[in-house]
């Protein structure tokens, strides 16, 4: 290719026809509006059609279609067939649903189209002042730095990163960690898959993760702890870091915090907390003393993606000693070089405290949610989670068919069909994975599964603003009903 010649018209990628576009704009807006509206009417989920399936593998288009018909084959091959978390009985994994007016802020966030890498702009101000009210929220301390990520799994890597880069012993930016002692973390066999990640991405190696046992309510043994960092000691290693879980994935678990940061404090090892989802249940204050010792992390990675039901993506990592962290990332090249005023001056460059140097304006949809609803609200609707998970879980007791097999401390229950338990586990486990499979191929509901001491279990995790108590009744129903079929 060999570009324009000199004398043909130059093309912008604007619309011709700008009245065209904002014609289709409103209905777009009327669209996906009524979408999430009517979201209780349809299937929770379902498969992918063959026929849209083969469309999706058609090569890239080299000539126009326009935005009409683009719209039109997004409405025919990509809305009907969505993973179901915005629907009101979705509670796989940990998500959140998102809300319409975040829909609307992700809107206005593409239409500045910012890059909060830095510069001397308003978008890293707004997103300083989100993470001054996350901090607030969790009752971290106000100079603390952060920044807001994709997600928790990757506040957990720029947590550790930065005790890493810190508490290694040796300049670990210039020589690696090849020339620190072998440095372990800790974190009990319930914590989150990200951690494992992280601490291979930063070169630790998964041997030296120590995954710690957990007692019966499914927390961190403090004990068990302790007797392994002195082991770790005694062969020469340098323990770097405690990962305390608030609210473990499988569970909903919340490790002892204030007895790991105690620990922490006397060790002199840096207290990392995923909080990922349960975090923000420090806004409701029958629940914000289940996680005390938080506010007293080096660093805290959680999600605003999760339990603050801002769509996707939102994470957050905070850090206590913002030297530190700035430290572990801040890189000056010279086309990066600061200036006095202008737009290279600013006093928050966010490419400093991670690895992102292009970086969208997250931001803004937390700081417009925020706004609209008040962080009371958020609090009344984490606790109705937790309130409608205790509801599911005494339905379960109740139910002589149906077995909890975990506790429920916060929004996630782990429970089975056992019918007249005359069955063994290992039979049990193949129903149950199918009983799952039927609710969600037939739209009903999407739990999601975990292995509970060894048992193989449905999972509810309640992240979800939409649900009310009767979804729990209608899943405890079709759970019995599909239950009794497959028992025949
Ligand atoms: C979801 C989750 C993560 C990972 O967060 P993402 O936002 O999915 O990257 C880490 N830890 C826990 C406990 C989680 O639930």
Request: charged share 25%; proline share 6%.
């Amino acid at each position: 290719m060999s570009g324009n010649p000199p004398d043909a018209p130059e093309e912008s990628l604007d619309p011709a026809d700008w009245p065209a576009l904002r014609r289709l704009g409103h209905r777009m807006v009327d669209d996906m509006l009524g979408w999430i509206e009517t979201v209780r009417e349809r299937p929770v989920w379902q498969p992918v059609p063959d026929d849209v399936r083969v469309a999706l593998r058609a090569p890239a288009p080299r000539l126009p279609e326009g935005a009409e018909s683009a719209y039109r084959d997004f409405q025919t091959q990509v809305l009907p067939y969505p993973m179901g978390n915005v629907h009101p009985r979705f509670w796989a994994w940990v998500m959140g649903g998102g809300t319409p007016f975040g829909v609307l802020a992700e809107f206005l966030a593409a239409a500045m189209n910012p890059n909060c890498g830095g510069g001397n702009h308003v978008a890293p101000l707004v997103e300083l002042q989100v993470l001054d009210w996350c901090k607030e929220m969790l009752g971290f301390p106000a100079t603390g730095s952060g920044l807001l990520v994709s997600g928790g799994s990757v506040a957990n890597m720029v947590a550790l990163g930065v005790a890493r880069n810190s508490r290694a012993g040796v300049d670990v930016r210039k020589h690696g960690v090849r020339a620190a002692p072998p440095l372990t973390v800790y974190g009990s066999e319930e914590i989150h898959s990200s951690v494992q990640k992280s601490v291979e991405l930063l070169g630790l190696g998964s041997e030296s993760l120590r995954l710690v046992p957990v007692d019966d309510q499914f927390e961190i043994d403090v004990a068990a702890l302790e007797r392994m960092i002195a082991a770790d000691r005694a062969a020469g290693a340098r323990p770097l870091a405690v990962v305390g879980g608030a609210g473990t994935v499988k569970t909903g678990a919340i490790d002892d915090l204030a007895r790991l940061a105690d620990l922490c404090a006397r060790e002199d090892i840096w207290f990392h907390v995923d909080g990922a989802f349960g975090a923000v249940a420090a806004l409701v204050p029958e629940l914000r003393p289940r996680l005390a010792g938080m506010e007293r992390a080096d660093s805290i990675a959680f999600d605003l993606h999760k339990w603050m039901y801002v769509p996707f993506e939102a994470g957050c990592v905070l850090v206590r000693e913002a030297e530190s962290h700035r430290h572990a990332f801040s890189v000056h090249p010279d086309y990066l070089a600061r200036a006095e005023r202008g737009l290279a001056g600013g006093a928050f460059w966010p490419e400093e405290y991670g690895m992102q140097l292009t970086r969208g304006f997250r931001a803004l949809k937390v700081w417009l949610s925020f706004k609209e609803h008040g962080l009371d609200r958020y609090a009344r609707l984490i606790a109705q989670n937790v309130a409608q998970a205790r509801y599911l879980a005494s339905l379960v007791e109740r139910t002589p068919e149906l077995e909890l097999v975990a506790p429920v401390p916060l929004n996630i229950v782990c429970f089975r069909w056992v019918g007249d338990r005359s069955r063994d586990d290992a039979t049990l486990d193949a129903l149950n994975a199918e009983l799952l499979m039927r609710l969600q191929e037939r739209g009903i509901a999407a739990p999601s599964n975990a292995t509970v001491r060894g048992r193989y279990a449905l999972r509810v995790a309640n992240t979800n603003h939409r649900t009310r108590r009767e979804d729990m009744d209608l899943l405890m129903r079709e759970v019995c009903r599909i239950g009794a079929e497959l028992a025949g």
